[in-house]
């Protein structure tokens, strides 16, 4: 079956840091680009961040640039987002997505997401 | 980076309806843009990318049609299972990949 389940959410204070994992099965995960997406509470779609399927390019927005890092082992087919510095408008449930089968950045596999409240 | 606004934020339509929703970009994205449809506790599902093409498995009652900095997305005849909240995004101006704020349609 063709999914990828993220995992790690939690409530975490501010200024600590998390660590989401995003756990791909179903297809050859090296070959895709992939992406972490975030959902604020009753909020839209935020972009969050990508990493290329070797893992040597990676492009954060600017909300989270400095804070956040985006990793992937694809020896254990699992994409990474290292939160840090966490802030409470970081709070939302946060998606893993497959950079969809034309190679553009449109997203074509999500997960159901892994929600992440940082509150005091 | 490219901003992109959508219309109506929300609207009401019957079973049946032609419903149209508008995306328009800041400055041109060529046709680098994409549909989804999310439903409530759900996570959103790609419609429609490169502006018109319809993704595999997606009903052909929906459509898009656009380039440039205006954009809609189309559905023929509305079913009970397109009520939902619709989302545009571009990517042509990587890495500032953005999202539109959103379309509900409620039944009427």
């Known amino acids: 079956q063709v999914q990828v389940v993220e995992s790690g959410g939690g409530v975490v204070q501010p200024g600590r840091s998390l660590r989401l994992s995003c756990a791909a099965s179903?297809?050859?995960?090296?070959?895709?680009?992939m992406h972490w997406v975030r959902q604020a509470p009753g909020k839209g779609l935020e972009w969050v961040a990508v990493?290329?399927?070797?893992?040597?390019?990676?492009y954060y927005a600017d909300s989270v640039k400095g804070r956040f890092t985006i990793s992937r082992d694809n020896s254990k087919k699992t994409l990474y987002l290292q939160m840090n510095s966490l802030r409470r408008e970081d709070t939302a449930v946060y998606y893993c997505?497959?950079?969809?089968?034309?190679?553009?950045?449109?997203?074509?596999?999500w997960g159901r997401g892994t929600l992440v409240t940082v509150s005091s | 980076a490219i901003q992109l606004t959508q219309s109506p934020s929300s609207l009401s339509a019957s079973v049946g309806d032609r419903v149209t929703i508008i995306c328009r970009a800041s400055?041109?994205?060529?046709?680098?843009l994409a549909w989804y449809q999310q439903k409530p506790g759900k996570a959103p599902k790609l419609l429609i990318y490169?502006?018109?093409s319809l993704e595999s498995g997606v009903p052909s009652r929906f459509s898009g049609s656009g380039s440039e900095t205006d954009f809609t997305l189309t559905i023929s005849s509305l079913q009970p299972e397109d009520f939902a909240t619709y989302y545009c995004?571009?990517?042509?101006?990587?890495?500032?990949?953005?999202f539109g704020g959103g379309t509900k349609v409620e039944i009427k």
């Open positions: 179903g297809f050859t995960f090296s070959s895709n680009a």
């Open positions: 997505a497959r950079t969809h089968s034309s190679g553009n950045w449109y997203f074509d596999l």
């Open positions: 400055q041109g994205i060529s046709g680098a």
């Open positions: 995004q571009q990517f042509n101006n990587y890495p500032g990949l953005t």
């Open positions: 990493i290329s399927n070797d893992g040597n390019n990676k």
């Open positions: 490169g502006a018109s």
